[in-house]
């Protein structure tokens, strides 16, 4: 490729976590070089306001920070021989072009989709229309609290649902994933 022509896909980057261009890829196998094939990629996707976790209501969320979180995810991830890519962002259709764009790409998708958890149609098609395992995560455990965040409309596309085990949720997410996708599993029993 010439000097000045830009690249196939943008820089990836997440910047002050808003999604920029694209996802942000955060980790790495460590003896990956260039000439190795790529790894599996799992692409963690947070939702609107989740960029202030840490910041407010610790005593429903904690106090550790989105990239706190991400970076467990990450550690875990490792471990099973797996990079993790993050996009968080507070546009709903940024999230959903973020799963178009993981489909072929990303093994599996970890969802935290804030708010959007209770009303974002686009996002169930967006995530129903993507071929791995979904796994929907919440810090909270939605169905303790208000009426309102009972429903989630992503519950039936995706996988499985870790909710309630605050920041260690991101560990579970990330060693669910790799159980669901250990040969022998079917990773969704609907296909
Ligand atoms: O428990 C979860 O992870 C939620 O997905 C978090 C969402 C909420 O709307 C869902 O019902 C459950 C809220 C994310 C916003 O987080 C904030 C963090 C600090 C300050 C304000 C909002």
Do not use: C, K
């Amino acid at each position: 490729m010439a000097p000045h022509e830009p690249p196939a896909r943008p820089e990836l980057t997440v910047v002050a976590g808003s999604l920029e261009s694209g996802p942000e890829r955060v980790g790495r196998r460590p003896d990956e070089g260039p000439e190795d094939l790529p790894v599996a990629v799992v692409l963690f996707l947070s939702g609107p306001n989740l960029s202030l976790l840490g910041q407010r209501q610790p005593e429903i969320y904690g106090r550790d920070t989105l990239a706190d979180h991400i970076a467990t995810a990450t550690a875990a991830a490792a471990e099973h021989g797996m990079a993790v890519e993050h996009v968080q962002s507070d546009y709903e259709g940024a999230l959903v072009e973020a799963v178009h764009e993981a489909r072929g790409r990303a093994v599996a998708i970890v969802v935290n989709p804030g708010a959007l958890t209770h009303y974002s149609w686009s996002l169930h098609d967006a995530l129903a229309a993507f071929d791995g395992p979904v796994v929907e995560l919440h810090l909270s455990q939605p169905r303790r609290r208000e009426a309102w965040r009972h429903q989630s409309v992503v519950t039936p596309v995706a996988t499985g649902v870790i909710a309630g085990f605050g920041g260690e949720g991101y560990r579970l997410a990330a060693e669910a994933v790799a159980a669901l996708l250990r040969p022998g599993r079917h990773a969704r029993s609907d296909r």
